[in-house]
């Protein structure tokens, strides 16, 4: 059956899987399975600053150093907006580039 894990047998409380199509079967748990590792990295990115910071500038231009950015939700406003513009590009091209759009045909 579509879904069974060991030692639960099949678990879908909120019956996302009830049409039985494989295809969205796959595409939900591909998409869990992204969603947790980039969690775990998250988790990571929120810890390792407590133990280690990178030499250097974060922005020369601005005389930032990594020294200086705060940990945790600190860095939020610290980070300059082009180093913003960085992550959300970075993050969808990695969201995007497991997807087939036809692009590369």
Do not use: C
Not at 44 to 49: A, F, L, N
Not at 50 to 79: M, Q, R, T
Request: hydrophobic share 45%; aromatic share 16%; charged share 20%.
């Amino acid at each position: 059956e579509l879904g069974v894990q060991a030692p639960v047998g099949f678990w879908d409380p909120l019956g996302l899987s009830k049409d039985g199509n494989m295809d969205n079967f796959k595409r939900r748990r591909a998409t869990e399975v992204k969603h947790g590792r980039i969690s775990m990295l998250a988790t990571m990115g929120y810890i390792t600053p407590e133990f280690f910071k990178w030499p250097g500038f974060l922005s020369p231009g601005n005389s930032l150093k990594f020294a200086d950015i705060p940990n945790g939700l600190g860095a939020i406003s610290k980070v300059p907006l082009a180093g913003w513009a960085q992550i959300f590009l970075y993050a969808g091209f990695v969201e995007n580039s497991a997807n087939d759009f036809g692009w590369f045909d």
